[in-house]
């Protein structure tokens, strides 16, 4: 299955934000997106969820344009990790993620025993199951971020696309969660992922694509684009890349800023 | 799994079983209204005759089949529905600081209303004129929200449009007050604007009935939808649900419910904001649960606040009287609570 893009410009009418943009993913990929503040990420993942129109060009899933998906059936195939924000009325941690299950209801439909399963494998994947009766809004960030998570894989999509999942959590659920993006892509997800954290390409041994400039400036293999020059550009800081030298982690990459 | 299975059913049990109570309340509260009145009844020759048919007084089935049995299933009707719409309106956006009014309903029956009495319409052409007007109002704010609205935050758009919409209609009412006969008119707008269920009559009841069916029927049946709208437009699409028509079908239809009690009651505030958000507290915000338990709710409150208007004082108290002032004072009280354990 593929997710593409062909000479997409996205953005907002009279103020495109990302022109020229040709870029496909597939099941089984990792794609990392780096880039500053503002270079137009989340513009990108809205447009390839059919939220934001394009300005031209086309998205294809599956060589099916996306504005011809109808809504369920296109959300069977792709999930969405948004960046966390906050929830008017106190649904319940189950509830929430639940609402990963809506695309695989009918109209009038409400969750069943089988979604209520499948809720609860995903609570016990991402260990979590001690917030399951919970009030959702009581939860920190970082909680709330994990049971987002956990909605988007009760969703049970192809593609999955996360906006920037770590900013929210400690270090130990931040790579908890990178270890969750690795295991699902070895179970042939595809997966698009915004990042503030160069490292997490390295970690996903990912492709990467770099939004600079209203555009993808560069994109390959994490070890060809996360460089010590192009990093200084998207960022404005000295970065050293280096190879560690931790045995397990066999020749993994690391950033070390220069203070 | 069989564990956490387990611990699912308390919760739910706990919901159904506050339903029942509800329910068995509501029971209570029937009898007890259908007692209460200038002809008193006592409790032991209500059951008589409601299962022997057999009653010592002849005049006993005209008063509680023609006056007292319309008033009280308009009360439920009323409190019920305005409750459920309220709901919707909430669920729908995503603030439970929404009332029913918050498209304009409420000001658009009202200078329907107005516009008849002023026209000397008989009381069947006050109501058509309300529903009418009322949902027109609603139309409009959809309408000029559209329009002006392209690029901008839908939602904002349409509360704003509403807003205006609202304001050109309360405008219109003082307008209509303004010019009334202040001997024969006037009276009458004054008194539909504040609400009563005095007048409501099976005919009326019979009529309405469909209508409100019709409307109340698809919210209950996209329930877990209307849920899912709480994180917002863009992960409810992304979760797989066609907002826009949703929210239209919502829309049309908490109007449609709301347009048809008020063009028999008149204009009745606050149980609309109040009843759903104290039920939410009852049972959850989950809108399965929440559409039914707020018809229990706020047919129960409107039945004892109707009590209070028809028997208080000898002069009927109009109910938008009685309701802020009972009302507002509750809101507060929920509110106090709601701040230290969060809706």
Redesign the interface.
Known sequence: MKLEIKNGVFG??HKPILTGIDFELNTGEIICVLGKNGAGKTTLF?SM???LKPLSGSILLNGKPIEHW???Q???L???I?QV?A??????V??VIL??R??H?S?????GKKD??IA?EC?ELLNI?HL??R?F??LSGGEQQMVIVA?ALA?QPSFLILDEPTSSLDFGNQIKIIRQVNSLKNNSLGILMATHSPDHAFMCDAKVAVIHDGGIWKSGHSNDVVTESILKEIYGIDIKVQVSDIQSESGRSVCIPIL | ?NH??G??QP?SRKVTFILIGLGILIIISVLFSACLGRYPLSLSDLLTYLFTGRSIDTSLPTVLLNVRLPRIIGAIIVGGVLAIAGAAYQ?LF???MVSPDILGVSSGAGFGASLAIMLSFSLLGIQLMAFFFGLSAVFLAIFVSKIIGK?HDKILMLVLSGMVTGAIFNALISLMKYVADSDTKLPDITFWLMGSLSSITMDEIKVVLPIIITGILPLF?????I??L???E??A??????TGRLRIIVICCASLITASVVCISGLIGWIGLIIPHFT?FLV???H?YLFPASFLTGSIFMLLIDNVARSATSLEIPLGILISLIGAPLFLVFLSKSTKK??
């Not at chain 1, 929830?87 to 319940?92: E, S």
């Not at chain 1, 109209?107 to 969750?111: I, K």
């Open positions: 907002y009418p809205k969820l059919g939220i109808n809504r369920s296109f959300a069977r792709v999930g969405y948004p924000r929830l008017p009325f106190p649904f319940t189950l509830e609402f990963g809506t695309a209801m109209a009038f439909g409400s969750p209520r399963m609860d609570l199951c399951r009766n009030i809004t009581q909605r969703q | 799994m956490t299975a611990i699912q919760d669920g995503r603030n439970p690029n049946l996209l329930s877990w939808r849920n899912v709480s994180f917002g863009e992960e699409k992304a979760l797989g649900i066609n939410r959850g915000p989950n399965r969060s809706w």
